[in-house]
């Protein structure tokens, strides 16, 4: 695919899960499916005539295995921030359908244990491992193409962390 090809292509509606713990770190799982080590908070797809509260609910359970019950929303973001994929990605993924993905942020309190996160809990495991993050960590441990996303979710929860 060509730029030009590439910028006429839309954006993918995502939520994307900030799981804040009592200690004010954030979780971070590293993917299972990348060559390189690449962490990220747990995000996906909305379904069709789903919420995006529901759907980061959801997306939460089915990457980490936590419940609703053990967590609280605390706060999201007033819109959308979108982000572009490299372009050599954009044909490997979502059938080269999209250019990158514009995500609704929900800050979450987890009140649960460490022993409650599963990353085995759904049948399509994301992260093959995770890890407690200090917010400030956060932005150099993920893949470049999304930095400036993760910066503008510390700062439109900045004051909650």
């Known amino acids: 695919m060509t730029p030009e090809e590439i910028a006429q292509l839309p954006y993918r509606r995502n939520v994307g899960v900030m799981l804040v713990n009592g200690d ?20 996906g797809g909305i ?13 939460l359970e089915e990457e980490t295995g936590v419940p609703a019950s053990l967590v609280t929303v605390e706060a999201e973001t007033d819109g ?3 982000y572009d994929l490299p372009h050599d990605i954009v044909p490997k993924i979502w059938k080269g359908r999209f250019k990158g993905q514009e995500q609704k942020w ?15 809990a759904d049948d ?3 992260f093959s491992e995770w890890r407690w993050l200090p917010p400030a960590d956060l932005p150099g441990q993920i893949v ?14 900045a004051a909650r962390l």
């Open 24 to 43: 004010g770190h954030v979780f971070v799982g590293q993917r299972i499916d990348s060559e390189v080590p690449a962490w990220q908070m747990p995000q």
């Open 47 to 59: 379904d069709k005539n789903e919420d995006p509260r529901a759907a980061a609910l959801r997306e």
């Open 80 to 82: 959308w921030i979108a």
């Open 106 to 120: 929900f800050l979450l309190r987890f009140h649960g244990q460490d022993s409650d996160i599963r990353l085995d």
């Open 124 to 126: 399509h495991q994301e």
């Open 144 to 157: 470049p193409f999304k930095r400036a996303v993760y910066e503008k979710v510390l700062q439109c929860f």
